[in-house]
């Protein structure tokens, strides 16, 4: 990756360069080493970045950060919500976290790991919402309630038609145990057919 962008010390487009550059970001109270790359202006050398550049980086690292603890990325919490069409206050309050908690999990923000969990087994499986929902019910007015419930009772259906391993799974095991049953009656009511 190359450009030529603005540099500001130079005051005219110069052409850049990528370098990679190997920091140590604290989070959580912790020093987290995580490496870069920021684009180097050839002729003096000085770092070219805008906002949104240094925005990318410091999300990088959060990211990389929760990759190595095992928890759920920035965009893989909003995936989970949007997959929902739920609303930011709809889906803090289900989770039972406060808006502005919930809000900074969407940008970047480490969740705490008990609702890192809650939030994994929603994305497993849809009913781990319902029954967060149902126990929650009392929270939201009636008429928003019922919009809730419908749009949780959609990704549950699709959920149930899907072709996800744990599915597939799932349909199998019920399919050979209802086949099995359906053997057993059969056996029961035919002895002909034990003797045969
Ligand atoms: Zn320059």
Same mark, same amino acid.
């Given at each position: ?6 540099? %500001? ?5 110069k052409?850049?360069k ?16 995580y490496?870069y ?6 002729k003096?050398?000085?770092y070219?970045s805008?906002?949104a550049?240094n ?6 690292a959060y990211?990389a950060?929760k ?10 919490i ?7 069409q739920?609303?930011?206050?709809d889906?803090?309050?289900?989770l039972?976290?406060?808006?502005i908690?919930?809000h900074?999990?969407?940008?970047g923000?480490?969740?705490? %790991? ?5 939030l ?9 919402l ?5 126990q929650?019910?009392?929270k939201f007015n009636?008429a928003?309630a ?11 259906a699709e959920f %149930?038609?899907?072709?996800?391993s ?7 095991y ?7 049953t ?15």
């Amino acid at each position: 990756m190359s450009a030529n962008q603005f540099c %500001s010390t130079c005051e005219t487009d110069k052409h850049l360069k990528p370098q990679a550059v190997s920091a140590e970001f604290k989070i959580k109270g912790k020093k987290f080493p995580y490496t870069y790359e920021v684009l180097v202006c050839e002729k003096c050398g000085e770092y070219v970045s805008s906002p949104a550049q240094n925005d990318e980086i410091l999300k990088g690292a959060y990211d990389a950060y929760k990759y190595a603890n095992g928890l759920l990325l920035t965009d893989d919490i909003i995936a989970i919500r949007e997959k929902y069409q739920l609303s930011l206050r709809d889906f803090s309050k289900i989770l039972g976290v406060s808006y502005i908690t919930y809000h900074r999990y969407e940008k970047g923000a480490i969740p705490d %790991s008990s609702i890192n969990s809650l939030l994994v087994l929603i994305n497993e499986n849809p009913e781990n919402l319902k029954t967060l929902f149902e126990q929650s019910k009392e929270k939201f007015n009636p008429a928003i309630a019922q919009k809730i419930q419908i749009k949780i009772d959609n990704v549950v259906a699709e959920f %149930s038609d899907d072709m996800c391993s744990d599915c597939h799974y799932q349909q199998y095991y019920e399919k050979t145990f209802l086949e099995r049953t359906a053997q057993m009656k059969l056996t029961i009511s035919n002895p002909y057919r034990i003797a045969n």
